[in-house]
């Protein structure tokens, strides 16, 4: 029973830094389409009192991508309903060229504000409006769900390594005599902490388990029945079968480097 209750104690404190990875590469693919969806949806407009191109914008800034012409007799015709052609046609030499432009990634509105500045250095842009306030809102907010995830995810790790190394140090006072008696027959280091890096390497495997079988449970299960349209449409992002491969890695080498830190400081306190 103690036994048991030992690798419980090392395998969940792994499992929940497994599962903080594994979350926030899900949150990752996840909101990379939100993230798309933002870009796509911002745009930036501009006032040239010439035609533009797309080259001489990508010149100016590399963020653009697109450049989009807005129809000027359309604008013409909205606002000059109760007018005859020749007046029409006279507006029309007179307005402005305007463009719709779009960027290449998400920005920050730093960045907006550099595009901007760019922008309005060519001598044919007569304005830049850039929209800042609504995109800024969800900008910031999108940015401190990721700040605020990134620390939880952070703490959860320092506070679940702690545990893992303070379960490392009981196993090896239980097999303290163990140990002894190798050293006297001259084992080498690794030789010695061989049983500890077995133990450690099968709670690999069982944490790593668990925590893929979590996932595929949320994926096959959670998912379907969560109500929320944006889990609904990536329910295949919630775990990718290359996923189990790398939980594996990173599990293998927390419980490997935990292992040999113990040992490792343990030995040079005793020669000390």
């Known amino acids: 029973m103690k036994s048991v209750k030992n690798h419980l104690m090392f395998i969940f404190p792994l499992v929940a830094i497994l599962l903080a990875i594994e979350f926030y590469m899900v949150f990752g693919r996840i909101t990379a389409g939100y993230e798309q969806r933002l870009?796509?949806?911002?745009?930036?407009?501009?006032?040239?009192t010439k035609p533009l191109t797309l080259e001489t914008l990508k010149r100016a800034n590399g963020h653009i991508?697109?450049?989009?012409?807005?129809?000027?007799?359309?604008i013409v015709e909205g606002v000059s309903k109760e007018m005859d052609t020749t007046?029409?046609?006279?507006?029309?030499?007179?307005?402005?060229?305007f463009y719709d432009v779009g960027l290449d990634s998400y920005l920050g509105t730093g960045?907006?504000?550099?595009?901007?500045?760019?922008?309005?250095?060519?001598?044919?842009?007569?304005?830049?409006e850039t929209f800042g306030s609504s995109y800024a809102s969800a900008y910031r907010l999108f940015s401190l769900i990721k700040l605020l995830l990134k620390v939880f995810i952070g703490f959860m790790g320092v506070v679940?390594?702690?545990?893992i190394l303070k379960q490392v140090e009981i196993w090896k006072y239980e097999h303290?005599?163990?140990?002894?008696?190798?050293?006297?027959?001259?084992a080498?280091?690794?030789?010695r902490a061989g049983v500890l890096f077995r133990i450690a390497v099968v709670d690999a495997f069982l944490a790593t388990m668990l925590t893929t079988g979590l996932f595929l449970y949320a994926r096959s299960v959670w998912a379907p029945q969560s109500g929320i349209d944006l889990i609904e449409q990536k329910q295949e992002e919630l775990f990718r079968v290359d996923d189990m491969g790398l939980l594996l890695t990173?599990?293998?080498?927390?419980?490997?480097a935990a292992v040999y830190s113990v040992v490792i400081s343990n030995t040079k306190g005793v020669e000390e």
Do not use: C, N
Not at 39 to 48: F, H, I, P, Q
Not at 87 to 97: D, F, M, S, V, W
């Open 160 to 163: 679940s390594l702690l545990l």
């Open 39 to 48: 870009k796509e949806g911002y745009s930036m407009l501009v006032v040239a």
């Open 176 to 186: 303290r005599q163990r140990m002894e008696v190798m050293e006297i027959f001259g």
């Open 188 to 191: 080498p280091l690794m030789l």
């Open 111 to 128: 960045e907006l504000a550099t595009i901007k500045k760019d922008l309005e250095a060519l001598a044919q842009i007569k304005r830049v």
């Open 250 to 256: 990173l599990a293998l080498v927390i419980v490997i």
């Open 87 to 97: 007046t029409k046609e006279a507006i029309l030499k007179r307005l402005p060229y």
């Open 65 to 74: 991508a697109t450049l989009k012409p807005l129809k000027r007799r359309h």
